[in-house]
């Protein structure tokens, strides 16, 4: 009578772990293909690299000017230069953020908004400890 019932409940559990273990591949399926359409990879990437670009400028000596190439973008983005912390959002409002380290002595004319078209650069000119960020 007892090896009846161990029986039933071997099988309920395992159903029940049968059924976890889809739910977790379900929301782990969603949540990549979420990473696919919001390009919070791509974002992210971008934010990374403007923001070691901006620190590099710090360190170059005399007057620079780079053209930043905005060719790996496949959609058009807006971009927000604070004090030490880089915004970059779609038209459709997902954000990513980066933090990176400053300089007390330059005055880095920040940005707020700027409109990336896809297949436009930006260009970043260093001029006498005063940095300038803008569409090329």
């Given amino acids: 009578m007892f090896k009846k019932r161990g029986k039933k409940a071997g099988i309920l559990l395992t ?19 979420d990473l696919k359409n ?10 990374r690299d403007l923001a070691l ?6 360190a170059a000596p005399g007057n620079v000017t780079y053209v930043y190439d905005q060719d790996l973008a496949t959609d ?13 959002w779609d038209p459709k409002g997902r954000v990513v953020g980066y933090y990176y380290p400053g300089d007390k002595e330059f005055s880095v004319i920040y940005v707020k908004d ?4 896809k297949g436009k650069n ?6 006498n400890k005063k940095i300038e960020i803008k569409n090329d």
Avoid: G, H, W
Wanted: aromatic share 16%.
């Fill in 53 to 58: 670009i901006t620190s590099s400028l710090y």
């Fill in 122 to 127: 930006l260009q970043f000119v260093k001029e």
């Fill in 15 to 33: 159903i029940f772990q049968l059924i976890i273990i889809a739910i977790i591949s379900l929301f782990m399926l969603k949540s990549v293909l």
């Fill in 114 to 117: 700027l409109q990336i078209p």
């Fill in 76 to 88: 058009e983005y807006f971009i927000t230069f604070e004090k030490n912390f880089i915004k970059i």
């Fill in 38 to 47: 919001n390009r919070v990879l791509e974002k992210n990437f971008i934010a």
